[in-house]
């Protein structure tokens, strides 16, 4: 059965600048993203010991794991394709992003009422966590989620298509303690290609995912 393994960048460590710093990028790609990577895989490997054993005291911890360093890797690998930079602005009928753009203002009123739900949610992410949007496919709406550590307080079936990353290491070198400047900042890179793909392929997926019998 195959293993994780880490994605490579779209993009240079750079590309980024002056938004985030190529050296946060290959630290937190290279560094925390790999760490994921080899946490989920070594957690897999603890549980297939433990069913071979049938040894089950540990598995409260074990499936605590792997949940924490799939979800990190998960949702860093959505992360990396969702920035670019020339990303930014907001979506447009005019460049692709017309359905986007209209699930958005359907579901939250406006893209700027969408917007400060997003940066509030992820600014104000107790400790660490995620700001996300998601897909959640009962209602067929959009969603923000307050994702606490990668796992936490999300609905479940609910597909992320944008994620703004609000742990330590995304920002600290670069902007410090200042967590809300930093989500701030990311609106200038947010590659919305990239999040109308990811909300197609979701709403497509959503009946045979969720509903199907």
Request: charged fraction near 20%; charge should be negative; glycine fraction near 10%.
């Amino acid at each position: 059965m195959a293993v994780y393994s880490l994605p490579e960048l779209p993009y240079d460590y750079a590309a980024l600048e002056p938004v985030i710093t190529g050296e946060i990028i290959e630290l937190h790609h290279d560094k925390h993203h790999a760490a994921y990577v080899k946490g989920a895989n070594d957690t897999l490997e603890q549980l297939e010991e433990a069913r071979s054993k049938e040894q089950w005291a540990g598995i409260n911890g074990l499936e605590k794991n792997l949940a924490f360093h799939l979800s990190g890797h998960i949702l860093h690998s959505i992360y990396w394709h969702n920035m670019s930079g020339d990303g930014g602005g907001e979506p447009l009928e005019k460049d692709g992003t017309g359905e986007l753009a209209d699930a958005i203002a359907e579901s939250f009123g406006s893209f700027a009422r969408f917007k400060a739900q997003l940066s509030k949610a992820a600014a104000t992410t107790q400790g660490s966590g995620w700001g996300v949007l998601a897909y959640e496919p009962v209602s067929g709406r959009l969603i923000v989620e307050q994702v606490y550590d990668h796992q936490g307080n999300v609905g479940q079936g609910s597909v992320p298509i944008l994620v703004f990353d609000a742990w330590e290491h995304a920002f600290y070198l670069q902007y410090r303690n200042q967590k809300v400047d930093f989500v701030e900042a990311m609106w200038r890179v947010v590659n919305w290609q990239d999040v109308a793909a990811r909300y197609t392929a979701a709403r497509e997926r959503a009946g045979t995912l969720l509903l199907a019998p």
